[in-house]
């Protein structure tokens, strides 16, 4: 028993000996340095200067081509310039109207909608709906992807807003949310040549929709009817026909968008999408998509970064709760590069050796980059995982004393 007490008083006297020095230390160390939580660094990536324009022939005025899944810029022929996208403009109330499909379980494809007579009075392609009929929500889908049936949009946009004028307010919010910075919606069809936007907002828009995979059916159908039959459809995108992995998306034409197409496919880990915008003819636009598609499949593969364990090591904190705290490295997904380049890509990082207490999670404490040769690829941050509080007299007491006593 005698034993055990002097060994206490033992335990006890070099704990507060300990503590002395400790915080003789720690309050002389200066202070923790600057917590900063990361920015999203979802960034689209621009490959396309890794070629020449002349690598492909393209007719189409405005067109990109884009890897969905790491919104990479693979090809861009004045993807940035705002220009008329005529009857593109109704994937955005497919989005909608999937988005809907999605949060309200009483919005479903058997629903029906009642046809208004604004909807029956929207001129241009249309499936002749009579004022005052239902329709399900799976037939105004099928006659505005398939098709590019005016009265269809309107009628959705009506069962989802109230009104077109409220639906294009959404058309317009969801096109900010999704960072499509040079679009302008001005209806729910297309049918005005005020519809605005880029060949890469369109992409962007279109890669948002691939993500519903219970679209996929409407967009790859070749042939179809509605309304038992009175409204037969036909896809303006030829290649949903016969192109190896088609997904959608869809074609058009107007007097100052000329032909337009998106073209959605997916090979080898690739989600590619081809948009065209101001082709000749309905024979370009095919032609575009078909060239761009195949530009990306043939000459491109997906890469997987691999991190180096070293550069994602704990890393070391003086004076806090914890000796140490996790790293992690944000945003590190895959790569689009050039089909045969994978052995020259090469990997280095920096970061710091240790940190001072206390430290907030998401503190960027280093970078790492990839290269291609002299050419960088990609730049990421390191981060701590977790915060580590400064320790007080009290818990380093408590800590201390806790761990002689269990020795």
Request: glycine fraction near 6%; include cysteine; hydrophobic fraction near 40%.
């Amino acid at each position: 028993m005698q034993m055990k007490i002097i060994k206490n008083i033992t335990a006890l006297s070099i704990c507060i000996i300990t503590l002395s020095l400790f915080f003789a230390r720690a309050y002389a160390d200066g202070t923790a340095i600057t917590q900063t939580v990361p920015e999203s660094e979802a960034t689209a990536l621009d490959i396309s200067n890794e070629h020449k324009k002349s690598d492909l022939s393209v007719t189409a005025e405005n067109a990109v081509l884009y890897e969905a899944s790491t919104k990479t810029i693979i090809y861009n022929k004045k993807a940035n310039e705002k220009t008329p996208v005529s009857y593109l403009t109704k994937l955005m109330t497919i989005l909608l109207t999937a988005e809907k499909l999605k949060m309200n379980k009483d919005f479903t494809l058997d629903r029906q909608l009642i046809t208004s007579a604004e909807a029956n009075s929207r001129k241009g392609s249309q499936i002749w709906l009579d004022v005052g009929e239902k329709i399900s929500i799976r037939e105004l889908l099928k006659s505005i992807t398939i098709g590019n049936a005016n009265d269809a949009c309107v009628v959705l946009a009506e069962g989802i807003s109230g009104t077109e004028k409220s639906f294009v307010k959404a058309m317009n919010n969801r096109a900010k949310s999704l960072g499509m910075k040079n679009t302008t919606f001005v209806d729910s069809t297309g049918i005005s040549e005020s519809n605005i936007s880029t060949a890469k907002d369109i992409a962007i828009l279109s890669a948002e929709l691939l993500r519903y995979e219970n679209l996929k059916g409407f967009f790859t159908t070749w042939m179809d009817s509605v309304r038992g039959g009175k409204a037969e459809l036909v896809n303006l995108n030829t290649l949903v026909r016969n192109y190896k992995g088609i997904s959608g998306l869809k074609a058009c034409a107007s007097d100052k968008a000329g032909n337009c197409i998106v073209a959605t496919a997916a090979r080898n880990d690739l989600s590619l999408i081809a948009v065209a915008i101001k082709t000749k003819d309905s024979d370009s636009r095919a032609v575009d998509a078909r060239e761009l598609l195949d530009f990306g499949f043939e000459g491109y593969d997906m890469y997987a970064p691999e991190i180096p364990k070293d550069a994602v090591e704990p890393i070391d904190v003086t004076h806090g709760f914890e000796l140490k705290t996790d790293t992690y490295v944000d945003g590190i997904a895959r790569l689009v590069i050039k089909r045969g380049t994978a052995s020259n890509i090469s990997v280095k990082f920096d970061r710091m050796a240790k940190l001072e207490a206390p430290v907030t999670k998401n503190t960027k404490v280093g970078e790492l980059v990839f290269h291609r040769g002299s050419k960088e690829l990609l730049k990421r941050n390191i981060y701590t995982k977790s915060d580590v509080k400064r320790i007080d007299i009290a818990g380093a007491f408590g800590k201390l004393l806790l761990s002689l006593l269990r020795n």
